[in-house]
């Protein structure tokens, strides 16, 4: 009998019993993709932390902005120094829209120079290493930043006459989530 009236009430409210079971479904599914992001989101952040440490830089520079133009101002950077390779590694946080980040270029000095000149719109450098190939530090005098919009060049003076070598240059670095299409950017 009890059986009966269960069957006749289901019966009755179909729909209502279909809603139930997907509204049920529907939980069970948001609590398990809850739980593998925060999962995901730990190992990624253990992964960055330790790829971020694996190239950090052993000195620190003080960098300041610099009124005079750097060298070959409007984008054209010069010859003397070849990038090979990038390693970069972005941590980008989406809720107050910054980013840090670690690049590590292996680079070829094919002419003998004092600078090495970059590209460097809209960063914040924190800190500037170079290393020759025996991996031994080499002394930068001074790191200098342009405010010129035109070129927003950096630019590492060193202490020693660069002959020709491969060099590393590890550089830590910051800035923002810009909407404008440029350089790493935020996007809806």
């Known amino acids: 009998m009890h059986l009966n009236v269960v069957c006749q009430w289901a019966h009755r409210n179909k729909l209502l019993l279909i809603f139930a079971l997907l509204s049920f479904c529907f939980c069970i599914s948001t609590i398990s993709l809850i739980a593998k992001n925060k999962r995901l989101t730990k190992a990624c952040s253990a992964q960055q932390a330790m790829n971020l440490n694996e190239i950090a830089p052993v000195t620190q520079e003080k960098i300041t902005p610099s009124s005079r133009k750097v060298q070959n101002s409007h984008y054209i950077l010069p010859r ?93 670095f910051s800035g923002r989530l810009d909407k404008k299409i440029i350089g790493f950017y935020a996007s809806s």
């Open 80 to 172: 003397n120094v070849k990038p090979l390779n990038y390693k970069l590694i972005l941590a980008p946080n989406i809720f107050n829209k910054t980013f840090v980040g670690d690049v590590k270029i292996l680079l070829q000095v094919l002419k003998p120079t004092k600078s090495i000149t970059m590209h460097a719109k809209n960063l914040i450098i924190h800190s500037v290493t170079l290393k020759d190939a025996e991996n031994h530090t080499l002394d930068i005098i001074s790191i200098t930043s342009s405010g010129d919009l035109n070129s927003e060049m950096l630019q590492i003076n060193l202490q020693r006459t660069l002959k020709q070598m491969d060099a590393v240059l590890l550089i830590h």
